[in-house]
Nanobody, 120 residues
Framework: QLQLVESGGGLVQPGGSLRLSCAAS????????IGWFRQAPGKERELVAG????????DYAESVLGRFTISRDQTNNTLYLQMNSLEPEDTAMYYC?????????????WGRGTQVTVSS
């Protein structure tokens, strides 16, 4: 069964750091474009950071450039988001996404999310 499970969210003070993880099972992340999205209350879901299929090209939202880093561990089949210098505006539910095809497994595959709250 194809599954993405996020973890690592929590409550952190402004200026702090968190590392989010997205563990994949039932498929290999290498064959998909993968990324992190977030959705704050009353706002649309937005792309935070993404990796193209193969992992050699990345993309970041302007608001997180220089603060967040997306990475992938092929051995553990896990996607990460290192978040530094967190701001209250980063408060949101964070989701990981795998998009693409591998065999007959095609589509957009989402995790259930992990909550990040930045507050003093």
């Amino acid at each position: 069964q194809l599954q993405l499970v996020e973890s690592g969210g929590g409550l952190v003070q402004p200026g702090g750091s968190l590392r989010l993880s997205c563990a994949a099972s039932g498929f290999t992340l290498d064959y998909y474009a993968i990324g992190w999205f977030r959705q704050a209350p009353g706002k649309e879901r937005e792309l935070v950071a993404g990796l193209a299929k193969g992992g050699r090209i990345n993309d970041y939202a302007e608001s997180v450039l220089g603060r967040f880093t997306i990475s992938r561990d092929q051995t553990n089949n896990t996607l990460y988001l290192q978040m530094n210098s967190l701001e209250p505006e980063d408060t949101a539910m964070y989701y990981c996404l795998a998009r693409g095809c591998s065999g007959d497994m095609c589509g957009d595959f989402w995790g259930r999310g992990t909550q990040v709250t930045v507050s003093s």
